[in-house]
């Protein structure tokens, strides 16, 4: 039951998958569905303002009643606008889009119009149609090359997606083959105990005839056991190390997806859009221009159309379709790590065996993160220089008609526009245009690809860093602890051990005495020299400094521990009788001539210590600081 849950549980994850997976593939799909549609739309849109052009060169002779009748002609059909449910969408809400809200107010402006001159027909059929055929041939192409570039980003995002799926079907394979090798380990200990538990001799005959063949069984045993021990750390390894590329991959599509759908596509739409709101204002700028010089009535309706000119807005118009189509362009879920069957390690693991090859490795993502950070910043710059030469080149196509318009009051000069010097100008700047175009677009295709490397790089060398830090962090950890233990059995040096059989504290003077040979015991020499700060302290070597009540503590355990003390018991009432001596010395004397015939030793020690003395009296006498 527990394998068919598994198995359930891993079709499970499996399955959710498949799906994430089929819906960014919807996804993507649909994407260039909409950047086709988006194409068409301007396409059909530049379409029309052409025809409109030559339509209202051939309807100007006619004055007012043929340039209404255009106007209703246009506003009541559908067009070629509506042949789809967003166009329609769109149409109903000229505001969405710039472009088309230039188009419903320069309809509104038609119908305003009245007359027009003979001048302005020649003008409306000559450049400014052709002017719009030539940026519906530039929308097209840099559609289809935009398209183009979608696609092999998004096979490249698909690529990536698919490593992810082999990646993680080979940790799950390298983690079912170490569960099994550890399965296997545990059997092999588990017949071994076995084996142990029945190697023990019954009797002593049967040990006799069976003894070499139970030992070469266990030894088979044993080395059964070795062998699969060796085999479960292989595997388990194997299966770290397919852990951690399954996460690094993991991290690394992540990034991709993230900066595919927050970033390429932003700048594939902008792509669709080169130079197209700025061509077609400067087209329309060239009317407003001819219309204002031929009927200066209509400054009111020119100025309302030049306010939707103005309007063009590229961020803007991306930002609305965008709105329109948030399921398309949303980015999708992250990919989530899934651990295989109970495998709780959800990090990069920096194990002692693997840093040696991790570190390298991150030195080395780390190098190529900065190569490819350079090589981006300076595509970037390239490309930013020739998208500002391709507007440039854009907006000069239309500067020769604006700029008869805007200099000269009559329409006859408009005329020159059309001549052969300014057809082969113009078929320069036509060939130009198409140059930078490309240029362009290969940058831009380079600086895709290198901030989709970077993305990748930029992830796994993040996730890379916090496993070496986590490493780092537990090494010193171990580190410290190790320096503190080998600090602390330092600084407790061992005590000497006794030189001697017969005990110091606690225990007969006389005994120990007579067994070290010393007159005076080493400790009570020692304290009275540093109390008398006179001499060296032969205790010093190994030992740590006290203050003066500690040292002088130290004297009185000594003698209060003596057993027996140091004054006989018989000698209490003396010692009270001669308290009243009046010096230290005559003092010593009574008490030495009470004490010798009692305690021989005993006095040899009090007088050896009494001569260590000197200063006593004169330190007695002084106060304490």
């Known amino acids: 039951m527990a394998a068919h849950g598994k198995l359930r549980r891993e079709r499970g994850l499996q399955a959710e998958y498949e799906t994430q997976v089929k819906e960014m593939r919807w996804q993507l799909s649909e994407q260039l569905r909409c950047l086709e549609l988006q194409g068409e739309l301007r396409r059909e849109l530049l379409q029309e303002l052409a025809e409109f052009m030559r339509r209202r060169a051939e309807v100007e002779l006619e004055y007012s009643r043929g340039l209404e009748k255009l106007a209703e002609r246009f506003s009541s059909r559908g067009g070629r606008l509506g042949s789809s449910r967003e166009h329609q969408s769109f149409r109903k809400e000229p505001s969405l889009l710039s472009p088309l809200h230039c188009w419903a107010v320069l309809l509104q402006h038609t119908r305003q119009q009245s007359r027009e001159s003979a001048a302005l027909s020649e003008v409306l059929a000559g450049p400014l149609a052709q002017r719009l055929s030539h940026i519906a041939e530039d929308v097209g192409r840099l559609v289809k090359k935009s398209r183009d570039l979608e696609q092999q980003l998004q096979d490249e995002l698909l690529e990536v997606v698919s490593e992810l799926q082999t990646a993680k079907k080979t940790y799950q394979a390298y983690h079912m083959e170490s569960v099994n090798a550890e399965a296997k380990l545990r059997e092999a200990e588990r017949q071994e105990e076995k084996r142990a538990g029945r190697s023990v001799p019954t009797t002593t005959a049967g040990a006799t005839e069976a003894g070499p063949l139970r030992k070469s069984s266990l030894k088979k045993g044993g080395r059964l056991v070795e062998k699969r021990q060796a085999k479960f750390m292989e595997h388990k390894l194997k299966c770290t190390k397919a852990r951690n590329e399954y996460l690094l991959s993991l991290a690394s599509v992540n990034a991709a997806v993230s900066n595919y759908y927050l970033h390429d596509v932003l700048d594939l739409m902008d792509c669709c859009d080169t130079g197209f709101h700025l061509a077609l204002g400067q087209v329309l700028r060239s009317y407003t221009a001819a219309e204002s010089r031929t009927q200066a009535s209509q400054v009111q309706g020119l100025g309302s159309l030049e306010e939707a000119v103005e309007a063009l807005d590229p961020p803007g118009d991306k930002a ?240 209060r521990s003596l057993e027996p003390p140091l004054f006989p018991p018989d000698l209490f009432g003396e010692l009270l009788a001669s308290s009243g001596t009046p010096s230290w010395r005559a003092w010593g004397r009574t008490m030495s001539r009470s004490w010798k015939p009692r305690c021989p030793h005993r006095r040899m020690t009090w007088r050896g210590s009494w001569r260590l003395w000197p200063a006593l009296p004169t330190r007695a006498a002084q106060p304490r600081s």
């Not at 000069?413 to 175009?437: I, M, N, V």
């Not at 240029?439 to 970077?454: A, C, D, N, V």
């Not at 006179?534 to 003698?559: I, M, Q, R, W």
């Open 320 to 559: 609305k379709v965008l709105e329109v189509h948030a399921t398309v362009f949303c980015p999708p879920l992250r990919f989530d790590y899934h651990p295989h069957d109970g495998d709780e390690v959800a990090e990069i693991c920096v194990e002692m065996e693997l840093r040696d090859e991790i570190l390298p490795r991150a030195q080395n993502i780390q190098s190529r993160l900065d190569r490819q950070t350079i090589e981006t910043e300076e595509v970037n710059k390239t490309l930013k220089a020739t998208l500002q030469a391709l507007l440039e080149v854009v907006a000069s196509d239309d500067g020769d008609v604006l700029d008869s318009f805007q200099t000269s009051p009559s329409t006859e000069s408009l005329k020159s526009t059309s001549s052969d010097p300014g057809s082969r100008q113009a078929g320069r700047r036509r060939g130009q245009q198409q140059e930078t175009e490309t240029f362009y677009l290969t940058k831009l295709q380079e600086y895709l690809s290198g901030r989709s490397i970077l993305a990748k790089l930029q992830a796994k060398h993040e996730k890379l860093q916090e496993a070496l830090q986590r490493g780092d962090k537990e090494e010193q950890e171990v580190s410290w602890t190790q320096y503190t233990q080998r600090k602390f059995q330092k600084s407790r040096q061992p005590r000497p051990s006794s030189q001697y059989n017969q005990r110091l504290f606690g225990g007969d003077m006389e005994k120990f005495i007579q067994s070290s040979g010393q007159p005076v015991p080493l400790v009570v020499e020692s304290c009275i020299r540093f109390i008398n700060l006179n001499g060296e302290d032969p205790l010093v070597e190994g030992c740590t400094a006290h203050d003066l009540d500690s040292v002088a503590g130290v004297l009185k355990l000594y003698f």
